[in-house]
């Protein structure tokens, strides 16, 4: 990088110093002036979330997130730092980012005084600019805005003397965007602290009013005030933000589906093929237990159910295809009952029966099959494969391979009729275990499960 590395190289090369917020504004205009997103990656708040950002960065304001566990806000706030300028100048070894051109400490001033243009000159990614901070119980002022160091006045320096300090976070992130997650959790002494900061942009420490002209974006995720049982967020510090967004769950499964095809972790080095289906079951799976009448609509259902769901039945493919040597692993429908303890770990339901949450989960799963089923196959009529199954009753053994299955399908002309020409031959298990599971989620065939196997017969059995 050929950037000045002194102060004299830095004036002549035409440099103007910009506060974070000129920062933040241009690049959002660059951004929509070039159509695209202001933060990537996000999806379903295209018209509701990202226009209030947008405002919000573009005006200046310290922006606070509220919203249920699960909803973005985190990603949201960590992304933040890719509309900062990609390198800028400041004064070499300044532990507050010190613009050269508009230092803020004493010491840095008089610092520069006596270099002159020969003062040395660092630059910075906007990556580095960028703090965050998880509000726990046991944080203090000193995490926060700092403490007095104690080693400093031995060595002479008055308390009244800013450099006697100790810097904490929020000064530490001068030119910069400081950010605090779960800020409810955040003692409210620790919150008192803030005020100053946020509103009048100094510090105060044992009594020692320091002014320094910070330039800081404030950026804080909550919970909302009647969920979270562990704090709750003090109404001067919440009126110090400019804007506070709302988030909500995916309200269509397209966003749900969207978001967990480009969160979910899978291992890189093996080959899984899943069938639009499966994703379609979880996510509808989710969109219905956020109705449901005995799951917590307080604690709501994170997107992290439908992920931990689509990673754990990805598992379960993988585990068959190494059983059976078979590549690539091809999700079915059967294997969704391995996501369960997945996606019932990630909800509460309002019950002290500790195998309610297990009951639920079930339901909700051939209530999501139920209807994935009639959207794909909803129009047809499927009496001769009833009758089929029902002469002739269909046993899928536990970890069946591909092979013996589409061996199996060969004796059932009419369920291989119904399911049609249009899934691929890798994929094929996977609809006819759609359709076998949505005829029992429409109480036309019935299903008996052992240890293992599974037998699809008459509903009337």
Known sequence: MDF????????????????????????????????????????GYQDTVLPELE????????????????????????????????????????????????????????????????????WINRATRFSEK??????????????????????????GDTDTIHYGLVPRTNRGIFAINELPDLP?????????????????????????????????????????????????????FGTQITTHY???????????????????????????PILLIIATMAQLARHHSSISQHSGVSVRASIAAYEAVTAAALVRSIRNQESPAVIRVTD????????????????LDPREGMKIGVALLRQAIGAVFTQYYGSQDAT???????????????????????????SYPELLAFVGSSPTSEELPCYVDLVLEGLVATRRLSRHTSVDRTTFGSSRA
């Open 336 to 351: 969704l009952e391995a996501a369960l303890p997945a996606f019932v770990g990630k909800i509460e339901v309002e019950s």
């Open 55 to 122: 405002r919000a960065l573009v005006i200046g304001h310290d922006i606070i997130f509220l919203g249920e566990r699960g909803q973005g806000k985190t990603r949201m706030i960590r992304t933040l730092y890719e509309l900062l300028d990609e390198w800028i100048p400041v004064v070499e070894g300044s532990v507050l980012n010190e613009d050269p051109l508009h230092p803020i400490l004493p010491s840095t001033r008089e610092h520069l005084k006596h270099e002159g243009p020969k003062a040395p000159v660092a």
């Open 384 to 410: 001769a494969l009833v009758e089929e199954v029902n002469r002739s009753p269909l046993q899928i053994e536990a970890d069946q391979s591909a092979t013996a299955y589409q061996t199996l399908l060969a």
């Open 188 to 240: 409210e002494r620790i919150q008192v602290g803030l005020l100053n900061a946020l509103e009048e942009r100094d510090i105060q420490i044992r009594g020692y009013k320091i002014a320094l002209p910070l330039d800081i974006l404030f950026v804080a995720s909550a919970n909302p005030e009647d969920y979270t049982s562990r704090g709750r967020l003090i109404t001067p510090l919440k009126d110090r």
């Open 4 to 43: 000045p590395t002194n102060l004299g190289d830095l004036v002549d090369s035409g440099y103007k110093p910009r506060t974070v917020r000129e920062e933040i504004r241009a690049n959002v205009f660059a951004r929509l002036r070039a159509h695209a997103p202001v933060i990537d990656g996000l999806f």
């Open 134 to 159: 998880l509000a726990t119980p046991d944080t203090t002022i000193a995490d926060l805005i700092g403490e007095v160091d104690p080693i400093k006045v031995a060595e002479g320096r008055y308390l």
């Open 250 to 276: 995916p309200e269509v499964v397209e966003d749900e589906i969207a978001i967990v095809t480009s969160e979910a972790r899978l291992p890189s080095d093996l080959v899984v093929v899943s069938p639009p």
